[in-house]
């Protein structure tokens, strides 16, 4: 079996995104692999929203842009320490925010990190809403330098809630060994 060494884990701090990083805490741990956890700022959130990208980008020491980072880096950790407990109890962890468009950077940040593999959520956008909006995790899959992992919502069910990879491939592969 192929050895997992770094996960990219790209968040957006939805909900949904809860799910990705959990698949991606679930696969790495078995294998000790570095979990990058990766939070995209777009321009439009900066202090320059009609700033070009790359400038924008670059501008980490500018006081104002420096002070939207470190508060959006506060949020990520917030959000991965409220879900998944503390994180000094999972070294493997790294927290990272950036500035630009969130599919270029994932495939960027996959590509400088030598990343195995991305696992990410999917917000199960599909017909209008899907062509206004679009899916980041569908360009990320189509431009990836490794594999992608895309974790789609959880289907609204009468069964109870299951936690976990384990789980749920424990599920499937008793469902199918039944038929």
């Not at 957006?12 to 741990?29: E, M």
């Not at 909006?133 to 992992?149: D, K, M, N, W």
Request: aromatic share 4%.
């Amino acid at each position: 079996m192929y050895k997992l060494k770094k996960i990219l884990a790209p968040v957006d701090l939805s909900n949904l995104s809860k799910l990705g990083l959990r698949y991606a805490l679930d696969i790495a741990a078995p294998q000790d692999a570095e979990v990058i956890v990766y939070h995209t700022l777009t321009v439009e959130e900066t202090p320059y929203p009609q700033g070009a990208e790359e400038w924008v980008a670059k501008q980490t020491e500018v006081p104002k842009v420096k002070k939207v980072l470190d508060r959006r880096k506060k949020q990520l950790e917030r959000f991965v320490v409220e879900e998944f407990g503390d994180l000094n109890n999972h070294p493997g962890i790294r927290l990272e925010v950036e500035i630009g468009t969130p599919y270029k950077k994932i495939v960027d940040k996959a590509s400088q990190e030598a990343a195995d593999m991305i696992v990410m959520s999917t917000h199960g956008r599909t017909g209008v809403m899907h062509m206004l909006i679009g899916s980041v995790t569908e360009r990320v899959i189509r431009r990836a330098p490794c594999p992608v992992l895309a974790v789609p919502p959880p289907q609204k069910s009468k069964s109870r809630p299951r936690k976990g990879l384990a789980a749920r491939l424990l599920v499937r592969s008793r469902a199918s060994s039944t038929q």
